[in-house]
C-alpha cells in the first residue's frame, strides 16, 4: 500500500511539473506572436509611409543603370 501512494505521490508531483512548464512554454509562445504581429505592423506603415519614396528611388536607380554605356 506504501508503495501505491509513493507512486502516485511521484506521477503527481511529475505531472504538475510537466503543467507548469506547459504553462511557461504557452505563455513564451503568445508573447513571440504579440512581437511578430507588432513587427508586422511596424513593417507595413513604413512601407506604406515610405513606399513612393523608395519606389522612386529605385526608379532613377534603374533608370541609371539602364542608361550606362
Do not use: C
Not at 506547459?22 to 508573447?31: F, H, I, N
Request: net charge negative; no cysteine; hydrophobic share 55%.
Amino acid at each position: 500500500m506504501k508503495q501505491m501512494m509513493l507512486l502516485q505521490t511521484m506521477l503527481t508531483g511529475w505531472f504538475r511539473d510537466v503543467m507548469d512548464r506547459a504553462d511557461e512554454t504557452g505563455a513564451s509562445l503568445v508573447e513571440y506572436a504579440l512581437l511578430l504581429a507588432l513587427i508586422a505592423v511596424v513593417a507595413i506603415g513604413a512601407l506604406v509611409f515610405l513606399g513612393h519614396t523608395v519606389s522612386n528611388q529605385l526608379n532613377n536607380v534603374a533608370g541609371t543603370i539602364n542608361n550606362a554605356p
